[in-house]
């Protein structure tokens, strides 16, 4: 599996961003599909998943209520849209796929993408 994140930025707080993953490679709708950001000086944390039906859904504390994760299994695609975004939500932002049986981890993703920077000013 192949994983192409997209839509980073810089937005002043408050405002909005979607990322989007599009996914090729090995059938998209058999994973779970993660987020998760990196700011500079910390460890990689978790922020959002979705399982393959969408049915299940996991969000970070800090993000809940903010951001919503959603996949289009038909265009093996995974979004990020966040809201309210805040100078703290600053980080590259990175997708994952695979199987984990803990999705707030990091184990048990196979897949992850290139990152894409997200940038609040305050």
């Known amino acids: 599996v192949q994983l192409q994140a997209s839509g980073g930025g810089l937005v002043q707080a408050g405002g909005s961003l979607r990322l989007s993953c599009a996914a090729s490679g090995r059938t998209f709708s058999s994973n779970v599909m993660g987020w998760f950001r990196q700011a500079p000086g910390k460890e990689r944390e978790f922020v959002a998943a979705?399982?393959?039906?969408?049915?299940?859904?996991y969000y970070a504390e800090p993000v809940n209520g903010r951001f919503t994760i959603s996949r289009d299994n038909a265009k093996n695609t995974v979004y990020l849209q966040m809201d309210s975004l805040k100078p703290e939500d600053t980080a590259v932002y990175y997708c994952a796929a695979g199987s984990p049986i803990v999705p707030s981890t990091h184990r048990g993703y196979d897949y992850w993408g290139q990152g894409t920077q997200v940038t609040v000013s305050s």
């Open positions: 979705i399982r393959s039906t969408g049915s299940t859904i």
